[in-house]
């Protein structure tokens, strides 16, 4: 059970505290939730002040779902000052696709759509490139050709820290040189809540405003505010193959079939979402936001494992990074 | 919790959502099982998944330090490099929660070197966890991460005495580490500390009590954390809301978004805007998901005023009757950040708040050892250092004390050149002549004296290596000035080094000072309507930019005396190479010491290629096409 657990009813702690807490101090306290929601419209307002033309990355999945939802909160009553990116690899679920125009729609934002074109004549498909260099080639080619296209000098990502160890090290303004380079080892220290905004032409920030969220922070704040998401987070019958221990599912005909392979129904649900041949459902019979959640809380794999691409090797997240993946 | 119960799962999020949020960060050397412990807390919390276990087991065998046993601190050590090195090296956060609060740790490392990772991890933490080991006691580290702890505004902190199990669990070993611990903190600004004995590595005392520590009494780790009260103040404060963004959907609605930093503001509440003084009432507290009568410090928000009065981002709003100081000049503490030194003089930006200004550094006042407390003369300060310095803004800012409202005291600094991040300081109060000087206003202005000498003044600035033909080129332009009846005036490093500038030598420092002397005394000139011809060689591109923005746009023409350092040197007028290359002269440059050319110099001129007179002619015509003279 990967529960908190109760702690054992501890006595108050016996500490030579000189200030003791007023009640009206104590009604002036944010939940965890409202402080990380404030938090990250801040770090949103910032990157829209600071920059001449941001963009946000949405990835269609349940965290850019968040990011979206803050994105409107913090601009109010304006529409967010910046439009949608989204890099399409011509492979994603096609649920997504339906979500994510509707998406720009209700939010009044310009979305823009990129696909590596050179990919796709090139016959670039995770069956016959492997995850790796298709990733590359698909997802992180796609997007530097984007943000150079339009010169975008800050781009949104709804990256987490406590999704991949690469990521707990990186700033929430994160440097980009004009090959969209990441360099770990020289990072801007960032205090307070002063980011540093300053690149020069070609040179771009990454910034993260869910930063300091958890998995569990993003499912109860889904819930508390009623966020919509892609119904393939939902439970439901599905045509899946097995492969390599994992389920995936046959979104199109695309998929090649080994031979003897059948798809079969199953009630199953996604974790995580991105190109269908590469990521893996769960079996689950969760098909409500509550459900979801309650099941997360008894799971004993973390997120990525179902995001095939980060198998490959250990370091393989920061090596990506390090290439101008996001 | 295995079957799905509505009823009771609802219950459960209800609570979920209750919890408030700890911030923390650990300090301690890489031997101090910092890594560990942090480990531990998540691994015992239960908060590790299965995969992630399995990886750390595959990991603990290649990189592991610890034999069979699982090593916690991998979790932690997130770079490859650093995994093969063994050490953390920079700024990474975990994130843990049991049922009563959510934690984030801020996990910095304890070599000296990196002081400015743990002051960047303390900049957001309400809690410091200083580890000890016990078998080592009270260290200079020690003394370290408390002074930059307290400096950085943390009043909480646990001292956690590690690897008691190698010490036998000795309560007389923990009470004298504890008794020389009170007389480092003594000097400093906590205001609770509490200790605790524990094994990271065993989990005594970690979240479970154990058996081995039976004479202490006091909280686990966990219990504390859990429960320690250590928010500060933030909505008792006065009322601070720097405007972040300005919200102007249509004609009709006019709002600053930003997030309240301090106190709490209501509908109907009188503001002032802290350096206008111009003051309105609160309209209306707009969000997304509704008006609301009040915010609380944290609260980001998009405030409306009822009257229209000049707002933009950068101002702050304020309660009318709890004003923050507005001034210019400011003593402070400053972290540096940067391989390159702080030198004063020079030009750097400055962000504070929502407000980035351009500014320098007028006066180290003294350094002070993060080792021993002790205060140290200083001319520079290096890369970890911590100062005590004067501060001079380009223009006004409201502020409070950082120990009073970090959220308006704290400030980074900015490298204007490159852009990184060099330095943090945080204000301690505003130096009161700065609110005494005022500029007097004349009636006769530059414009009108260079009108009356038949002229634009302006600086011209030649730049380039010694040797150049800087002040051979700038006599010759002088000369052919003075036959058209201009008025003008040449400083070059004969008249200035011998006079105004006598008491500086060649350090960096002092060339920095050097040319801010004379870029002032340009601005003199060109105030008086003289065209002054400046021959420097001023090789930094932030000092030539310093002289560029004391005067109004137009006034500086940089002359880039392009001269290829070989030619130069051939010429060596004043044997000056050949002392450097015999390493007679210190910082010479182009030998030892850099020259930045200029990136868009006004008139580049071809040293070396052409005859002086040809080159005294290219800048003549550019005066005379801009319309100069």
């Not at chain 1, 080619?141 to 991949?164: I, N, P, S, V, W």
């Not at chain 2, 929660?97 to 000296?112: L, M, N, Q, S």
């Not at chain 2, 400096?151 to 036998?168: Q, R």
């Not at chain 2, 304020?318 to 972290?335: G, K, T």
């Amino acid at each position: 059970m990967p529960l908190p657990v109760p702690a054992p009813a501890p006595a108050p702690a016996k500490t030579d505290r000189l200030m003791p807490q007023s009640p009206a101090m104590q009604a002036a306290e944010l939940t965890h939730l409202q402080r990380l929601e404030a938090e990250s419209i801040h770090i949103l307002r910032e990157v829209a002040a600071e920059f001449h033309n941001p963009v946000m990355l949405y990835s269609i999945g349940k965290d850019s779902s968040v990011m979206l939802h803050l994105a409107k909160k913090a601009f109010y009553p304006s529409p967010p000052p910046f439009p949608l990116l989204h890099v399409d690899t011509t492979w994603k679920f096609r649920e997504m696709i339906t979500f994510r125009d509707q998406a720009a729609k209700d939010a009044r934002m310009d979305l823009i759509v990129q696909t590596n074109q050179e990919g796709v004549k090139q016959g670039v498909t995770p069956f016959t490139h492997g995850s790796s260099v298709y990733t590359t080639i698909m997802k992180t080619d796609a997007l530097k050709q984007a943000l150079t296209r339009y010169g975008f000098d800050a781009a949104f990502g709804g990256a987490r820290r406590d999704e991949e160890k690469s990521r707990a090290k990186e700033r929430i303004f994160s440097f980009r040189n004009e090959n969209n380079g990441w360099d770990p080892k020289n990072q801007r220290p960032e205090l307070w809540n002063l980011y540093n905004a300053r690149v020069r032409k070609g040179e771009s920030i990454r910034a993260f405003p869910l930063s300091n969220w958890t998995e569990l922070d993003i499912w109860q704040y889904i819930l508390k505010e009623q966020i919509p998401i892609v119904p393939l987070y939902f439970a439901a019958k599905r045509p899946v193959v097995h492969r390599d221990g994992q389920l995936i599912m046959v979104d199109d005909e695309r998929l090649p079939l080994a031979p003897g392979e059948e798809p079969e129904m199953r009630m199953i649900r996604f974790r995580t979402l991105g190109c269908y041949p590469l990521t893996a459902a769960m079996e689950s019979p969760a098909a409500t936001l509550p459900e979801i959640v309650h099941e997360m809380l008894i799971a004993r794999t973390s997120e990525r494992s179902g995001r095939l691409i980060d198998h490959d090797e250990a370091g393989s997240m920061e090596k990506k990074k390090r290439e101008g993946y996001f | 919790m295995d079957a799905f119960d509505p009823a009771a799962f609802a219950d459960y999020l209800a609570r979920q959502e209750r919890k408030d949020l700890l911030r923390f960060l650990t300090c301690g050397s890489v031997d101090d099982g910092k890594s560990t412990l942090i480990g531990r807390l998540l691994y015992d919390t239960k908060l590790l998944f299965e995969d992630q276990l399995a990886a750390l087991q595959k990991d603990s065998v290649k990189h592991g330090t610890v034999g069979e046993d699982i090593d916690f601190a991998l979790l932690m050590d997130g770079l490859e490099a650093e995994r093969e090195q063994g050490i953390t090296i920079d700024v990474a956060y975990r994130f843990f929660a049991t049922e009563k609060r959510k934690f984030i740790v801020a996990d910095t490392p304890g070599h000296e070197q990196y002081t400015r990772n743990m002051a960047t991890g303390a900049s957001n933490a309400d809690l410091a966890v200083i580890l000890i080991d016990a078998r080592k006691g009270v260290l200079t580290q020690t003394r370290r991460h408390s002074y930059i702890a307290s400096l950085l505004g943390i009043k909480n902190v646990v001292l956690a005495i590690n690897k008691i199990d190698l010490v036998g669990y000795s309560e007389a070993v923990f009470e004298t580490i504890l008794a020389d611990y009170h007389s480092v903190a003594r000097e400093l600004a906590f205001t609770s500390i509490q200790p605790i004995p524990l094994s990271a590595r065993f989990g005594d005392n970690v979240t479970q009590r154990g058996d081995n520590l039976s004479w202490y009494r006091g909280p686990t780790l966990l219990e504390h954390i859990e429960t320690v009260e250590v928010r500060g103040s933030e909505s008792e404060r006065a009322m601070r809301f720097p405007v972040q963004w300005v919200n102007r959907p249509n004609l009709d609605f006019r709002g600053y978004s930003g997030t309240l930093a301090s106190g709490i503001v209501s509908v109907g509440e009188t503001l002032v805007v802290a350096s206008s003084g111009r003051t309105s009432t609160v309209k209306s507290i707009v969000t997304f998901d509704g008006e609301k009568p009040r915010a609380v410090a944290g609260e980001a928000v998009t405030i409306t005023l009822a009257d229209e009065i000049d707002i933009s981002r950068g101002d702050l709003l304020c309660d009318a009757d709890q004003r923050p100081e507005v001034a210019d000049q400011f003593s402070a503490h400053l972290i540096w950040m940067h391989d390159e030194p702080l030198i004063p003089g020079r030009n750097y930006l400055f962000k504070i708040g929502c407000k980035t200004v351009s500014g320098s550094v007028t006066e180290i006042k003294y350094k002070v050892d993060v080792n021993s407390f002790q205060r140290l003369a200083a001319k520079e300060v290096a890369l970890n250092e911590v100062s005590v310095a004067n501060i001079s803004f380009r223009e006004p800012i409201a502020f409070d004390a950082y120990a009073g409202n970090p959220a308006t005291g704290g400030f980074i600094v900015i490298d204007r050149l490159t852009n990184l991040t060099v330095g943090a300081g945080m204000i301690d109060f505003a130096l009161r002549r700065a609110s005494n000087i005022h500029w007097q206003a004349v009636d006769l202005d530059k414009q009108r004296r260079g009108e009356a000498m038949g002229q634009r003044p302006a600086a011209i600035w030649f730049t380039g290596l010694s040797g150049a033909g800087k002040s051979t080129v700038a006599n010759l332009v002088e000369k052919r000035l003075f036959a058209m009846g201009k008025h003008t005036y040449l400083l070059d490093g004969d008249n200035v080094r011998h006079g105004l500038n006598r008491d500086l030598g060649f350090t960096e420092a002092d060339r920095v000072e050097n040319i801010r002397r004379v870029a002032e005394t340009a601005r003199l000139f060109v105030d008086a309507g003289v065209i002054v011809l400046c021959s420097f060689i001023s090789p930094f591109r932030s000092e030539r930019l310093l002289a560029r923005e004391l005067l109004e746009p137009g006034e500086f023409i940089e002359v880039f005396v392009d001269t290829p350092l070989h030619v130069a040197e051939k010429r060596d007028p004043k044997g000056l190479y050949k002392k450097a290359r015999e390493g007679r002269i210190k910082n010479f440059t182009g030998i030892d010491s850099p020259y930045e050319p200029p990136e868009r110099p006004e008139i580049s001129l071809a040293g070396g290629m052409a005859a002086p007179e040809d080159l005294a002619n290219q800048v003549i015509d550019y005066l005379r096409t801009h319309g100069y003279v």
